[in-house]
């Protein structure tokens, strides 16, 4: 190939700004700079846990039909989350993965001079979604607890905003929109703008202020909810995510999405383990065990974090990219965020919060680092 040509006529002027994402250290690379055998990849907000069984047994069921496209309209899956939530069939889509919804929507929104409001630190994807689209994004600060601030999205608000999302529990804070304030933003948030709630981490909630965004959702106003089967369902490498969005929106999204986006054993593993209730408690107790127990151990530590309703704690220190690498040393991946104050800490499984509890006590009873 001629690296001396020039390519920049090729492509977008658009894109110039986009930053490709950038993949953690592949576990070979994390073997070498582990002083220990046993890695807890604690980075990524995914479970610890594998899938759930019933999610393994159908896999293993759907093999043989891999020769095959998968149904392009997912209507299994549909059809099941329909029932389970009680919104009709045409008021619901399939992502492959919620990040692709997200994606979806700007493409299906947006158009250069628009804008899009959200909370910021949040998920990177309300920003790069915007910049391939051209339009302009506009990073609200968070709440001192680590939540989006409704008065200030709204202050952000002007005739040209498309979207505005709602990141609850966000990520990377771990804190929650309460429902007053869902109740207050809706009342408020004029009608041009869709309102677009990704509630990824919402199996995780323990809290009873926290808002429910789906039990604003009547299918009629600007309002998606988006959710995801990667996280607490732990399908994170199948890439499955669903949302909730008036029929209308449904069908543009239809518009602009691939045909077979959702692949078989994403939809067939969904279909399992939506209704096992059991497991999902089960898990759901333990994420709140190990989350507590990190959070205990910060505050032994007086190491300021959020208060989180998710899978992950927010921690402040006062060097992030120091801790990060004695914690990589001592085998526990989490994740720094370039420039900031603090890290983003997975809570693992039972052994896992044991041992980032083990290291952080280890390098903060360490008055130098
Ligand atoms: C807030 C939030 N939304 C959406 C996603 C995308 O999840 P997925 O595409 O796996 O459904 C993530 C993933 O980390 C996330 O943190």
Known sequence: MDRGMDWSTFFRTGLEPVQAYQPGLREEQIRQIAKTDTIYKLSSNESPLPPFPSARAALHGAL??????????????????SWHYGIPFDQITIGNGSNELIDLIALTCLEPGDNVVYGWPSFIVYRSSAQITGA???EVPLTAGGSFDIAA????????????????????????????????????????VLVVVDAAYEEFIDGRQAARPLAYFDGQRPYVVLRTFSKMYALAGLRCGYGFAPSIV????????EPFNVNTLA??????CLEDVDERERRHALNVEGRTRLQACFERLGLRYHSSQANFVWVEVSDAAATFDALLKRGIIVRPFPGASGLRVGVGDAEGVAATVAAFEAIF?????
Not at 74 to 81: A, E, G, K, V
């Open 64 to 81: 043989e039909s891999l020769s095959e496209y998968p149904d392009g309209s997912s209507h299994q899956l549909t059809q099941l989350l």
């Open 267 to 272: 939809q067939v593993a969904a279909c399992a």
């Open 136 to 138: 302009e994004y506009r």
């Open 153 to 192: 999205l709204l202050a952000a608000i002007d005739e040209r905003t498309k979207i505005v999302y709602l990141c609850t529990p966000n990520n990377p804070t771990g804190g929650v929109v309460s429902d007053d304030d869902l109740k207050e933003f809706l009342d408020r948030v004029p009608g041009h």
């Open 250 to 257: 449904v069908e543009m999204l239809n518009k602009v999405r």
């Open 365 to 369: 009873d360490t008055p130098a680092l």
